[in-house]
């Protein structure tokens, strides 16, 4: 041998070695991330099913209830697991079309759950129409419990990789490849599309679905402009190391593209983000890191939207009742005008609560009802409108507000904010213009943060 032999067949097994080593640590890392992630998925499959299961049996029990009071409690929890379940369908890697119908029929029950358990409490009896479509409600939320159930049956025999489901579900598949995101939730997408439509007087009834999007404004942008506009609006954690690519077209009222943020080199997909053809304006934005436990409270998170918001061109908007779930604050947002709320035109932010990044967007409400309005001024002093409101509730806070009616109108009104002597919290909307009381919102906070009903 020569004598760099032993030197460079040294160097070459201790390269070999290390380069072993790091393929495993790597490839190690990297599994302990898929199961982290498939984790998560399992858990949120699993409370989803949950949820839908308890729809379908207060759906039941709203049907044979004698007496409003009961029947209130039912129509609540309907309303509640309706919302619940939204969150936890919207954490995992579904197909568009297979989450969009199915969270539109959680938002349709939910809401009509509570229009009718509105009802009760002004003293109306749930009519021939209503329990028709309770039944079709109820009907559809067996079907998808029982679709659920076989995929969670397919999830316990180890046949169902959520891994693989994002994957699929992120990627643009060539023609003809079997998509493996479809698979398994097929019958609730087709279970959903055959019922019957769910007209009622409530803003998301199908009749009211067809309006068309006030805020879609601009030009038809082409798909590179479209990357340009994704790429300024993430936030700064998901442009390091990353790149951009478009993964599905948008059809519909409200076409667009669908992009994925990935890691350089990694077919993992840490975020999803939407836009709309028409304008480039940013519909839904999702970050799919795992937030860890939570080192700050609503208030922080709330200021972290706020100057989220600010940078991205949104001004003077004003932070409403904010919740958490998961280690995430749910922060919706309405603008000011004049001094006027303008709670049509909202906007969502998810912020994690472990650093205070934005993890999430939505502003499809805002899409959809934004336009410049012509406020016009009270005919009806604000003296005048307190004496709308029961003296029974001590009013804290005044202001005008401009609120969204169930048939697509909107009311300019005060908005009243009070306590009762039992200092239960109440908001009351008192209209501008008339001086008639248009609605009452009954304040609710928890340890998941505030709601009204």
């Given at each position: 041998?020569?004598?760099?032999?032993?030197?460079v067949?040294?160097?070459?097994?201790v390269?070999?070695?290390?380069?072993?080593?790091?393929?495993?640590?790597?490839?190690?890392?990297?599994?302990?991330?898929?199961?982290?992630?498939?984790?998560?998925?399992?858990?949120?499959?699993?409370?989803?099913?949950?949820n839908v299961?308890?729809?379908?049996?207060?759906?039941?029990?709203?049907?044979?209830?004698?007496?409003?009071?009961e029947?209130v409690?039912?129509?609540?929890?309907?309303?509640?697991?309706?919302?619940t379940?939204?969150?936890?369908?919207?954490?995992l890697?579904?197909?568009?079309?297979?989450?969009?119908?199915?969270?539109?029929?959680?938002?349709?029950?939910?809401?009509?759950a509570?229009?009718?358990?509105?009802?009760h409490?002004?003293?109306k009896t749930?009519?021939?129409?209503?329990?028709?479509?309770?039944?079709?409600l109820?009907?559809?939320?067996?079907?998808?419990?029982?679709?659920?159930?076989?995929?969670?049956?397919?999830?316990?025999?180890?046949r169902?990789?959520?891994?693989?489901?994002e994957?699929?579900?992120?990627?643009k598949?060539?023609t003809?490849?079997k998509?493996i995101?479809?698979?398994?939730?097929?019958k609730?997408?087709?279970?959903?599309?055959?019922?019957?439509?769910l007209?009622?007087?409530?803003?998301?009834?199908?009749?009211?679905?067809?309006?068309?999007?006030k805020?879609?404004?601009?030009s038809?942008?082409?798909?590179?402009?479209?990357r340009?506009?994704?790429?300024?609006?993430l936030?700064?954690?998901?442009?390091?190391?990353?790149v951009?690519?478009?993964?599905?077209?948008?059809?519909?009222?409200?076409?667009?593209?669908?992009?994925?943020?990935r890691?350089q080199?990694?077919k993992?997909?840490?975020?999803?983000?939407?836009?709309?053809r028409?304008?480039?304006?940013?519909?839904?934005?999702?970050?799919?890191?795992?937030?860890k436990?939570?080192?700050m409270?609503?208030?922080?998170a709330?200021a972290?939207a706020?100057?989220?918001?600010?940078?991205?061109?949104?001004?003077?908007?004003?932070?409403?009742?904010?919740?958490?779930?998961?280690?995430?604050?749910?922060?919706?947002f309405?603008?000011?005008?004049d001094d006027?709320?303008?709670?049509?035109?909202?906007?969502?932010?998810?912020?994690a609560?472990?650093?205070?990044?934005?993890?999430g967007?939505e502003?499809?409400?805002?899409?959809?009802?934004?336009?410049?309005?012509?406020?016009?001024?009270?005919?009806v002093?604000?003296?005048e409108?307190?004496?709308?409101?029961?003296?029974?509730?001590?009013?804290?806070?005044?202001?005008?507000?401009?609120i969204?009616?169930?048939?697509?109108?909107?009311?300019?009104?005060y908005?009243f904010k009070?306590?009762?002597?039992?200092?239960?919290?109440?908001?009351?909307?008192v209209?501008?213009?008339?001086?008639e009381?248009?609605?009452?919102?009954?304040?609710?906070?928890?340890?998941?943060?505030?709601?009204?009903?």
């Amino acid at each position: 041998m020569g004598r760099w032999t032993v030197p460079v067949i040294t160097l070459l097994v201790v390269a070999v070695i290390g380069a072993a080593y790091w393929g495993y640590t790597h490839y190690d890392a990297r599994k302990d991330l898929e199961i982290t992630v498939a984790n998560r998925y399992q858990s949120s499959f699993y409370s989803l099913v949950d949820n839908v299961e308890k729809m379908e049996v207060s759906l039941a029990k709203a049907l044979v209830a004698n007496g409003m009071a009961e029947n209130v409690r039912h129509l609540s929890t309907v309303w509640q697991e309706a919302m619940t379940a939204q969150a936890n369908l919207s954490q995992l890697p579904l197909g568009q079309e297979t989450l969009m119908r199915t969270a539109k029929f959680l938002t349709q029950s939910g809401d009509y759950a509570y229009l009718l358990m509105r009802n009760h409490t002004l003293g109306k009896t749930l009519t021939a129409k209503d329990k028709e479509q309770l039944q079709n409600l109820k009907q559809q939320a067996t079907l998808l419990s029982q679709n659920l159930h076989e995929v969670q049956a397919t999830a316990s025999q180890g046949r169902l990789r959520w891994v693989e489901i994002e994957r699929a579900a992120q990627e643009k598949l060539p023609t003809g490849t079997k998509s493996i995101a479809k698979d398994p939730f097929t019958k609730i997408n087709d279970g959903i599309e055959k019922f019957p439509t769910l007209i009622y007087d409530g803003p998301f009834s199908d009749h009211v679905e067809q309006r068309q999007p006030k805020g879609l404004t601009g030009s038809n942008i082409a798909e590179d402009k479209a990357r340009d506009k994704v790429l300024a609006f993430l936030p700064g954690s998901l442009k390091e190391g990353t790149v951009v690519q478009k993964s599905s077209d948008i059809e519909g009222k409200i076409a667009g593209y669908t992009f994925v943020v990935r890691a350089q080199g990694e077919k993992g997909v840490l975020a999803a983000i939407d836009i709309s053809r028409k304008g480039g304006h940013i519909l839904t934005m999702i970050d799919y890191r795992d937030v860890k436990e939570a080192r700050m409270d609503l208030e922080e998170a709330g200021a972290k939207a706020t100057q989220f918001l600010a940078s991205k061109g949104f001004k003077n908007m004003v932070p409403t009742y904010a919740t958490r779930s998961d280690n995430i604050a749910v922060v919706p947002f309405a603008p000011e005008v004049d001094d006027v709320l303008i709670y049509p035109d909202l906007i969502k932010v998810n912020v994690a609560l472990d650093n205070g990044e934005v993890v999430g967007y939505e502003a499809l409400g805002y899409i959809m009802s934004h336009h410049t309005r012509t406020i016009p001024k009270p005919k009806v002093s604000e003296k005048e409108a307190r004496a709308a409101v029961n003296s029974e509730l001590d009013i804290t806070s005044a202001r005008l507000a401009i609120i969204p009616r169930e048939n697509l109108q909107e009311a300019f009104c005060y908005e009243f904010k009070g306590m009762t002597s039992t200092n239960e919290p109440y908001i009351v909307y008192v209209d501008a213009l008339t001086g008639e009381e248009v609605n009452i919102l009954k304040v609710i906070t928890n340890e998941e943060g505030t709601t009204t009903m």
